[in-house]
Structures are given as structure tokens and as C-alpha cells.
């Protein structure tokens, strides 16, 4: 089967850096993206890993470790635009379709 | 607008009616996806297409759900005889077969069955 384990809520100040944590059982493995979703929007992609490591884009990094299953997303320097949910999906092999977490929703307080 | 585009926007029906949803892909993308979001939910994947051919449909929630895409180009997503539980976002992404593969969303078509 397949599962896919992030927090449902967080709560991070303007200025801070947060990590959203992500736990993946699949059946096979070949790349983690995250996405970012306003409320009433699109998800929006931000990142993809399909090599043990970290990936850094400006302000959002992501990391990945394969053994551990395990993928977490780094948003510094966080902004109010920067509330919303943030899905983790895994893509088990080739290209078949993305398997999505259920989201983590951030919010930014000042 | 180069992006992917769905159409309608808001659908309200009446249990026991059908819809359809039109998702229009990224010009060049050949693959598309059909995904549903209910409320607290991350997408769900439904079915999708690598041009005309419709590589998985085994996920489509029941037989009052199919789709289409029959020229390669806009794909139609319909259910029949509708139920409250349909309710929610209906998400078509697309993307190219090669690379990463990364899926570009339209903005979802939302559907209220009463």
C-alpha cells in the first residue's frame, strides 16, 4: 500500500524558519514533490527530490532521505503570503501519477 | 493564459443529474490528470491520459465516472447520476512525459450536489 504522513497543522511567525515534516510508504520510489496551495487555489509546485539531499530554491529548501522514507520542506524568513497548505506527494515508479499527502496548513502570525 | 484551464468554475446540481467538467491542458503537455479534493484532503487520483490514450482508469471513484480525451488536446471528465458525496474539487493537471514529469493544475472545477 501506500502512505503518505504529514502534519495537519503549524503555526510559525513572520521572520522564522519552519520545517513541515513528511513519512512516506510506497511501494516503490521515484521522486517527492511538494506543492504549495492557497485556500480556494491550485496547488502550486515548489520542489522535487529524487536523490538523497537537500534542494535549495531561494527561500524554500527541501530535503530528502530514501533509507528513512523521509522528506521535509524548509520555508525561511517567513512572510504572510506564505500561509497556506503544503502537500507532499511521491511518485512510486516511472511516471505514473503523484500520490498526495493530506497536507499541512501553515499559518503565519505576526 | 498559457496555463491549464477548467471550465465550469462552480457546478451546482441536483442529486441524480449529470455533469461534465472541461479541462483544457498546457499546449504542449501530453499527459493530463483528472484528480479530486474533498476538504482537509490532499488530491486523489482519478485517471489520466498520455495523449488520447487513457493509461489508468482504475482509480475513477465508481462506473458513474468517466473520461475522455479524444483528440489529444482538452479532456472531459463526466458523472453520472450524481450523489452528495461527489461533492468537492475536481483538479486537472498537466505535464510533459519527459523530465521530472512535474504536473501543472488548473484552478479546479467545484462541484455542490444538493
Known amino acids: 500500500g501506500q502512505n503518505i504522513d504529514q502534519p495537519t497543522e503549524m503555526t510559525a511567525t513572520e521572520g522564522a524558519i519552519v520545517q513541515i515534516n513528511c513519512t512516506y510508504q510506497t511501494s516503490g520510489f521515484n521522486g517527492l514533490f511538494w506543492y504549495q496551495q492557497h485556500a480556494g487555489e491550485a496547488p502550486t509546485f515548489l520542489s522535487y527530490?529524487?536523490?538523497?539531499g537537500l534542494e535549495e530554491k531561494g527561500r524554500f529548501s527541501s530535503f530528502l532521505s530514501r533509507s528513512k522514507g523521509y522528506s521535509y520542506l524548509l520555508l525561511k524568513e517567513l512572510q504572510m503570503k506564505d500561509s497556506a497548505s503544503y502537500l507532499c506527494a511521491v511518485r512510486d515508479a516511472g511516471n505514473t501519477p503523484l500520490v498526495f499527502g493530506k497536507g499541512t496548513r501553515l499559518s503565519v502570525i505576526a | 493564459d498559457t496555463g491549464v484551464s477548467q471550465d465550469p468554475r462552480h457546478k451546482i446540481t441536483k442529486r441524480g443529474q449529470n455533469v461534465t467538467f472541461r479541462c483544457d491542458p498546457i499546449?504542449?503537455?501530453?499527459?493530463l490528470y483528472w484528480y479530486r479534493q474533498t476538504l482537509g484532503q490532499g488530491p486523489e487520483f482519478l485517471t489520466y491520459?498520455?495523449?488520447?490514450?487513457?493509461?489508468?482508469k482504475s482509480r475513477l471513484l465508481s462506473d458513474r465516472f468517466s473520461a475522455e480525451r479524444p483528440k489529444g488536446s482538452f479532456s472531459t471528465l463526466e458523472i453520472q447520476r450524481t450523489e452528495q458525496g461527489d461533492s468537492a474539487m475536481y483538479l486537472c493537471?498537466?505535464?510533459?512525459?519527459?523530465?521530472?514529469?512535474?504536473?501543472?493544475f488548473g484552478p479546479g472545477t467545484r462541484l455542490t450536489v444538493l
Open positions: 493537471a498537466s505535464s510533459i512525459s519527459g523530465g521530472i514529469n512535474e504536473q501543472f
Open positions: 527530490n529524487v536523490l538523497d
Open positions: 499546449s504542449e503537455h501530453n499527459r
Open positions: 491520459f498520455q495523449n488520447e490514450a487513457q493509461l489508468e
